[in-house]
């Protein structure tokens, strides 16, 4: 098992990417990424094994014991994702189009 750049208690994990069954998974405490590592993604429970998935989970002593899908979250993340994406792909008019 991967030991984890965590202290031990609630955490929210972000999977980044899953290939080959590993998945590279995020993970922040308080708002602030503290680290990241590689795991097998058959740890990781089926309904969240994708990319951007959140999870609220539980580490003791350097290992995630607790892992809770947060579908809601995932949602409102990727919603907010595509609307920064969209404000910021419109082009601003130009002099000509004012």
């Known amino acids: ?10 955490s929210t994990a972000v999977i980044d990417s899953i290939e080959d069954g590993l998945a590279t998974v995020f993970f922040e405490q308080d708002g602030t990424e503290v680290g990241d590592a590689v795991l097998d993604a058959d740890d990781i429970p089926e309904n ?20 809770e899908y947060r579908e809601e979250v995932t949602e409102e993340r990727k919603e907010a994702a595509q609307s920064r994406f969209d404000r910021l792909s419109k082009r601003p008019p130009s002099d000509e189009e004012e």
């Open 48 to 67: 969240g094994r994708h990319a951007d998935a959140i999870f609220s989970v539980t580490v003791e002593d350097g290992a995630v014991v607790e892992w």
């Open 1 to 10: 098992m991967t030991e984890l750049p965590l202290t031990d208690g609630l």
